[in-house]
């Protein structure tokens, strides 16, 4: 379970307009961390903003942990700021409900936005167990990033799509998720983006009866389960109760929630 | 250096607790804090049933904290009784049960039962809405809180009672008055103010609730003001809360008048406040050359 910890900034890079990867020493939660897992993480030391950010894990190997932002307000403002050198203070890794890994024969794995980040260190753990056919969806052109590492795992499939076509496969990165697999087969489905493309994907997921995880967001205070904040509907027998994305998750069985 | 405190016959090894609904049952902090350490530990709100709560999203993000909207989710007394109440016997801390109902008949039955169970207190938390009364909340009337204050004291025999008051009234003192008059045996405020908070874009409210209580850095001065006036009402000892989020945040409500002080939402931001507010409040003791905590226990000097 995650603990606080001060860690360095090594190296921040912009890799696109408006996001930035980020290098910090962190070698217990390198070793720690498991693929889904977030990090809670200080973006002010004046009480303003008040909240911590949860930020995925994008990459963990030997002492250093890499994670991606995209600026959306003050928070990740801030962070995008940050100079090298200084340590940031963070909780992780978090989240209890991480992606599952066995040997699957053949695996689609489906990422739309900054959702692709959680992604990446799952698409290398999986490297050597399954083929791998990878979809990544992004606006557009400006907005892609991280292809040439996912390529470099070595793929079965990589299918990059933007909304607006600027860029590789024009339209939704479902609808080629969705064309692949009517062709062939997968034995499970791993999904992560903004919430109505895992909605579109759990739907096909139930109807096609393929097993399928997929990471949610939702807005937290504490980040690891006392505050309540993070309401997900799990489905029980008799209808659902309220189950909480920071401390369950942030990954599901498809199956398991009602989105 | 001495820095027990006795609130209302609870006697803590400091006057710092950790607020209700911040903290749950303590499990998940307990792999951040050493729990021994605390004067208690405040539970999240139980009802006599289980709770589901309200829908997504329930936080919002607001300048000086934030907004709730968690809606009382719990998984009431009989399981807290049954799996977390010997969990949290296990720490060398005092352990009071943060009480809700939607009836005064709720209230009064899980009065009972907490009557019987091995803890050091009760909060009652009069901030929940009234389903018999239009979901007003129990504690904005006199009559009201005196009525429910009345109504607990009568089962709740051998353990403080505590009333948790609501800042969203005219008067606080009134009601302060209203729990001391039906029995109380002390009051903790302030509860979480009622807030709202829009997107512009959707122009819908960000919460499902559409309102939310206010917690957080922004809400202090508010209940130091508050913790002020019912001091100079009331004689029964009051809990201070409300945006406290180091020593000298704590140390502005003792001597606002507060025997003891909650930590709440700066829970969220450092799960360490709480330990490093008792370390501060030492510290500020050596600074002052104060001997004794309770010497500076309402000791403000108003202009
Ligand atoms: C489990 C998880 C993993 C995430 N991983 C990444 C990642 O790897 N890279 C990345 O760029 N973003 C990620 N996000 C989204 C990121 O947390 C938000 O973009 C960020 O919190 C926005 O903060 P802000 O101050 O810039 O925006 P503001 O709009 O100013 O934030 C206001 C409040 O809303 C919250 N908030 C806003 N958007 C979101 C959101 N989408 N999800 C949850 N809370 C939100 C903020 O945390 C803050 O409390 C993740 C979210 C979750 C829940
Ligand atoms: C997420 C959250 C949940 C809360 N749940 C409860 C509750 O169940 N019962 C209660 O009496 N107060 C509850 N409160 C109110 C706090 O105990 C406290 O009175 C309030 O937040 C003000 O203190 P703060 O500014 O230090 O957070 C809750 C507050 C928050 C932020
Ligand atoms: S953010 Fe507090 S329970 Fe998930």
Redesign the pocket.
């Known amino acids: 379970m995650g603990i606080i910890r001060k860690c360095e900034l090594l190296k921040k890079e912009m890799i696109t307009n408006g996001?930035y990867k980020f290098s910090i020493k962190a070698p217990e939660i390198a070793k720690e961390v498991k693929p889904g897992q977030?990090l809670e993480i200080k973006?002010s030391d004046t009480g303003e903003?008040?909240?911590?950010?949860?930020?995925?894990?994008?990459n963990a190997e030997k002492d250093i942990v890499e994670?991606?932002?995209?600026?959306?307000?003050?928070?990740?403002?801030?962070?995008s700021k940050l100079d090298i050198g200084k340590e940031i203070d963070i909780i992780g890794p978090?989240?209890f409900g991480t992606f599952k890994i066995q040997n699957y024969k053949n695996v689609a794995i489906v990422g739309g936005g900054?959702?692709i980040?959680?992604l990446y260190q799952l698409t290398k753990e999986l490297k050597g167990k399954s083929n791998l056919n990878v979809y990544l969806g992004f606006r557009n052109k400006e907005l892609v990033t991280c292809e040439k590492e996912f390529e470099e795992i070595g793929l079965n499939k990589l299918v990059i799509t933007t909304d607006d076509g600027s860029y590789k496969e024009k339209g939704f990165v479902t609808d080629f998720m969705k064309k692949d697999i009517e062709e062939h087969m997968v034995d499970m489905i791993f999904a992560c983006g903004p919430l109505a493309m895992l909605k579109t994907v759990r739907k096909f997921a139930i109807e096609k009866n393929i097993p399928c995880q997929i990471?949610?967001?939702?807005?937290?205070?504490c980040g690891i389960g006392a505050c309540l904040g993070?309401a997900v509907k799990v489905i029980t027998e008799n209808g659902f109760r309220y189950g909480h994305?920071?401390k369950e998750?942030?990954v599901f069985n498809a199956q398991d929630v009602d989105i | 250096m001495n820095t027990e405190v006795n609130f209302c016959g609870i006697k803590m090894k400091n006057p710092v607790t950790v607020a209700s609904g911040t903290f749950g049952y303590g499990r998940e902090y307990s792999q951040y804090i050493d729990l021994n350490q605390l004067g208690a530990v405040i539970t999240k709100g139980t009802f006599l049933k289980p709770k589901k709560g309200n829908p997504p999203p329930r936080?919002?993000?607001v300048p000086g904290g934030?907004l709730n909207s968690i809606g009382l989710q719990n998984p009431g007394i009989e399981y807290f009784a049954k799996y977390d109440l010997p969990w949290l016997k296990s720490f060398d801390t005092k352990i009071i049960v943060n009480a809700g109902g939607s009836t005064i008949e709720e209230y009064v039955e899980l009065c009972r039962i907490l009557n019987t169970l091995d803890i050091d207190g009760v909060e009652l938390n009069l901030s929940c809405p009234n389903v018999c009364e239009g979901c007003m909340a129990f504690g904005t009337t006199y009559d009201g809180t005196k009525k429910i204050t009345g109504e607990v004291r009568k089962v709740l025999k051998d353990k403080p009672l505590i009333v948790k008051l609501t800042p969203n009234v005219t008067n606080i003192t009134t009601i302060a008055k209203a729990a001391e008059d039906g029995g109380a045996d002390a009051v903790s405020a302030i509860n979480t103010i009622l807030g709202m908070k829009i997107d512009i874009n959707t122009r819908k409210p960000v919460l499902a609730n559409n309102t939310g209580g206010y917690s957080g850095p922004g809400i202090r001065t508010i209940g130091v003001r508050m913790v002020y006036q019912m001091s100079q009402v009331i004689n029964i000892p009051i809990l201070g809360l409300g945006g406290i989020c180091n020593a000298d945040d704590a140390i502005e409500y003792m001597l606002a008048g507060a025997t003891a002080i909650s930590i709440g939402s700066a829970n969220f931001t450092d799960p360490e406040t709480s330990i490093k507010t008792i370390h501060g409040i030492e510290q500020y003791m050596k600074n002052h050359n104060i001997e004794d905590i309770n010497s500076i226990i309402g000791k403000v000097q108003m202009n």
Do not use: N
Not at chain 1, 49 to 58: A, E, G, H, K, M
Not at chain 1, 67 to 79: D, S
């Open positions: 996001i977030f973006v903003p008040f909240l911590r950010r949860p930020i995925s894990v994008y994670f991606i932002i995209q600026v959306k307000g003050k928070g990740t403002e801030l962070l978090l989240g900054i959702g980040y959680p990471s949610l967001e939702e807005r937290m205070g993070c994305v920071c998750g942030p | 936080i919002c993000e934030m």
